[in-house]
């Protein structure tokens, strides 16, 4: 593992099985702790606009409870920034988000939607957030980063995850290697995430500049067969071994 490279473990599926039948366990509060415990670097939440998974509470309570940085990924909406404002998470990761989505689909247009992200930014960093910005890897999508302010982008590393034939596998690895080079000469930090697993996550983990991997479905898979401290101990490990 490069030196420094640290892991964001999202706890999200958790609240997604205490969603799926209404009761209070588990907790991803608990999640947290116990992921913290096992050495992860930060703890990630997607507070979604229809509240799927985690709910305002828990985002309050973690607030008070986890020790490590908080990342919080929200979409650029008025009421996600009130929120955010309130709660003051360490990082807010912008993404974007649609209804009928099962999980984020791509990575956020900047380009697109300079406009708009401007003030949502400005009022982040205004309040003390590091602003991390959730895009695919592509130039156009970097270099707008840095004019808008961000200052960290998570590369979205789920085409690279999807491609089954090596040379399409190569090809997105190299993406993600030029963007991450891009990122770097434009003084932003950069992250991944999006469909790292056990064994994908070598190649991802060994990319020039990469300063954290944000992981959820692996990992809150693998630990409701082994526990969640060794899920993700066995995750460092893998990072490690890059
Ligand atoms: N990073 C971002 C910005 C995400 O939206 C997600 C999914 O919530 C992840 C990382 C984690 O993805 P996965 O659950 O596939 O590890």
Sequence with gaps: MPAGLQLGVNVDHVATIRQARGTRFPDPVLAASLAELAGA??????????????????????????????????????????????????????????????????????????????????????AGIVVSLFIDPDAAQVAMSAELGAHTVELHTGDYCEARAALLREQRLEYLRAAAQQ???????????????????????????????????????????????RAVREMIDAMRLA
Excluded: W
Excluded at 73 to 84: C, D, G, L, W
Excluded at 190 to 210: C, S, T
């Design 41 to 126: 670097d930060q703890i990630t939440v997607h507070l979604r606009e229809d509240r799927r998974h985690i709910q305002d509470r828990d985002l309050e309570l973690l607030r008070q409870t986890v020790q490590v940085p908080l990342n919080l990924e929200m979409a650029a909406t008025a009421e996600m920034v009130r929120i955010a404002v309130r709660e003051r998470p360490d990082t807010v990761t912008l993404v974007p988000e649609s209804r009928e989505e099962r999980t984020t689909e791509g990575g956020l247009d900047v380009v697109g939607h300079a406009a708009a992200l401007r003030p949502v930014i400005a009022a982040l960093r205004d």
């Design 183 to 229: 990122a770097h000469e434009l003084s932003l930090r950069v992250a991944a995430g999006h469909g790292l697993d056990y064994k994908n996550v070598q190649d991802i983990a060994r990319l020039p500049f990469m300063a954290e991997l944000n992981i959820g479905h692996a990992i809150v898979a693998r630990a409701v067969l082994v526990g969640l401290e």
